[in-house]
């Protein structure tokens, strides 16, 4: 059985999704928060498998609400799918940045929310990575600075700094697969040992380490 923690501030939003999850014979929801503070002490009680968060709630919003229980070493199972009505939030980039796991505008499909649930509990990143390279390339491609240090990425082979770039540019395991001329389970065995070596929790991680080492650089950047 996979327990969710539902965080939002608004009661209906959390009684809709409630009402759906406990419809699916795996999904069970363990407690509702209306704020990240609560969602914070919820996380550490309950010990859920996955955290629906709303990355916009009064007080303690999800984003600092994620970012505190992804830095508690004994919450580090837990997997938090971020909540927005935007598609394209800024905030979203912080919150995976942190660590969540991926994100889920509030329209979503009945069936695709289920699907979500289910995914993040098997460790993989939420919704298809074109979808979070497209969040990553327009937020990390403002100007914020120079470039995230590329010294972390002086621990991978040159075949792992491939891996990344090509995870970065949005392409899924069988895709890098195709472009590196390998089987899908040597890709997958590749993206794996670069999340080990690299500390993060899921691709995600790896999409945002890329462009903010330049590793990836965002199209609009180059002149196209």
Do not use: C
């Amino acid at each position: 059985m996979i327990r969710v923690l539902l965080a939002d501030d608004q009661a209906l939003v959390r009684a809709g999704f409630r009402a759906l999850l406990d419809s699916a014979p795996d999904i069970e929801v363990v407690a509702e928060a209306a704020d990240g503070e609560e969602a914070v002490r919820l996380a550490r009680a309950e010990r859920p498998d996955v955290v629906l968060m709303d990355i916009r709630m009064p007080g303690v919003d999800g984003l600092a609400a994620t970012e505190r229980i992804l830095a508690d070493r004994n919450l580090d199972a837990i997997r938090i799918v971020i909540l927005t009505t935007f598609d394209l939030d800024e905030y979203i980039f912080e919150a995976l940045r942190a660590g969540a796991s991926g994100f889920l505008v509030k329209d979503t499909e009945p069936r695709d929310l289920l699907q979500a649930v289910r995914v993040v509990h098997e460790g993989e990143a939420l919704l298809s990575p074109g979808i979070t390279r497209r969040l990553i390339a327009d937020y990390a491609g403002r100007p914020r600075g120079a470039p995230a240090p590329a010294v972390r990425l002086n621990g991978l082979t040159e075949r792992e700094r491939e891996v990344l770039a090509l995870v970065g540019e949005g392409l899924t395991n069988e895709e890098i697969a195709r472009r590196l001329v390998v089987s899908p389970a040597t890709a997958k065995t590749h993206v794996s040992r670069t999340m080990v070596k690299l500390g993060v929790r899921d691709r995600a991680q790896l999409v945002v380490i890329a462009y903010e080492t330049a590793l990836v650089t965002p199209k609009w950047s180059q002149g196209t």
